[in-house]
């Protein structure tokens, strides 16, 4: 399989040998899959049952801040269709579906946390997204907080952090020997050694400042928010403008263009439960990527900001909770929707109910 291009870039080599760089936990996922149906099995299938799980799951938990059956299905389809979420889940293109089911994992540990809140579930939930994507170690946080943030006694919150975190220790140690045998290091995952490193745009910046940098802040602050969509011109020789006018730039677009209803999160309430523990957890998510030198490729929106979106959700719901979405906002929302499908492709210039010439 090294031999396809299609899976050759999305492997480590080091020492003479291949290694994935992906986190392992999806693989072990197809498993049984595999042994079922044959090595013909498609990824696909299982990236678009997180992704209806993930609409079931909005919807729960947006009925747990109270918000009407209609309001929580337009969040729910708001996150689903609205977000970059799409993309990730739509496109088979395995560094993405990847994002979907750590994605769809983290917004099933937080369905749990709002419903039964079974701490050891929650922990193997987590422990299964962070063998996914290493990055959603900091989505414990939030877990962490809230428990010491309940109005019970001390003795049961040391209990119910240490039921939280045992399966992610255990996760964690797994990992770290997992990395020490392929690389010699337990902290290395292989991202070093990808084999697309040298065609990554942005790469001579990763050379001269380390895969992680301050210097690498602004353009990732400037593509999470603020990269627009760009005009579609005929070619560099000819700047007329032709149909259907706009495309999206493959290093991403910012989150006011692609999921504008979240600048609601500017009417927040900082007092409010969950709020400072959902803001200090989404930082700490998004720091990795701030400081990563790669924006991402081949993209719709900035994909990466998937690890700390399940939390902004709950911030949008703390600002919604107990009154009607306003008219804005589900404007905003089918707005997103729209956009987001109709633009999903032209990353590769394809566009619907457009013929191309």
Not at 131 to 145: E, N
Not at 295 to 314: C, E, M, S, T
């Amino acid at each position: 399989q090294c031999g396809n291009r299609k899976n050759f870039f999305k492997i480590a080599y080091f020492n003479g040998k291949y290694h994935p760089y992906i986190g392992p936990f999806p693989s072990i996922l197809y498993i049984p899959f595999v042994y079922l149906f044959g090595s013909s099995f498609s990824q696909r299938v299982l990236t678009i049952l997180i992704f209806i799980l993930s609409f079931f799951a909005v919807f729960k938990i947006s009925r747990k801040f109270s918000l009407s059956v209609n309001d929580s299905i337009m969040m729910a389809l708001f996150f689903l269709f609205g977000t970059v979420y799409l993309y990730v889940s739509a496109v088979n293109i395995t560094t993405l579906q990847i994002q979907s089911i750590a994605t769809g994992l983290l917004i099933l540990a937080l369905l749990e946390y709002f419903t039964k809140r079974r701490f050891l579930l929650i922990g193997l939930i987590l422990s299964a997204a962070i063998a996914t994507r290493i990055t959603l170690i900091f989505s414990s946080i939030f877990f962490i907080l809230s428990i010491l943030g309940t109005d019970i006694n001390r003795a049961n919150k040391i209990k119910f952090v240490l039921i939280l975190i045992f399966p992610i220790i255990v996760t964690l140690s797994l990992l770290s020997i997992y990395n020490f045998q392929r690389f010699g290091d337990i902290f290395e995952t292989g991202y070093k050694y990808n084999l697309s490193f040298s065609a990554t745009p942005n790469h001579l910046a990763a050379e001269k400042y380390g895969l992680f940098s301050i210097n690498h802040a602004l353009i990732n602050i400037y593509f999470f928010l603020l990269k627009g969509p760009e005009l579609l011109t005929n070619s560099t020789d000819d700047l007329t403008i032709k149909p259907p006018f706009l495309k999206v730039n493959p290093l991403g677009m910012g989150i006011l263009f692609t999921s504008p209803l979240f600048v609601y999160l500017f009417l927040l309430n900082i007092r409010k439960k969950y709020v400072l523990s959902t803001l200090l957890t989404s930082a700490l998510l998004f720091l990795p990527s701030l400081l990563y030198f790669g924006v991402g490729n081949a993209q719709f929106g900035y994909r990466y900001a998937l690890d700390f979106y399940p939390l902004l959700l709950i911030l949008l719901l703390i600002v919604f909770e107990k009154i009607k979405l306003p008219i804005l906002a589900k404007l905003l929302i089918l707005y997103s929707i729209v956009f987001n499908s109709y633009f999903l492709y032209s990353v590769w210039d394809i566009y619907p109910f457009y013929l191309s010439d």
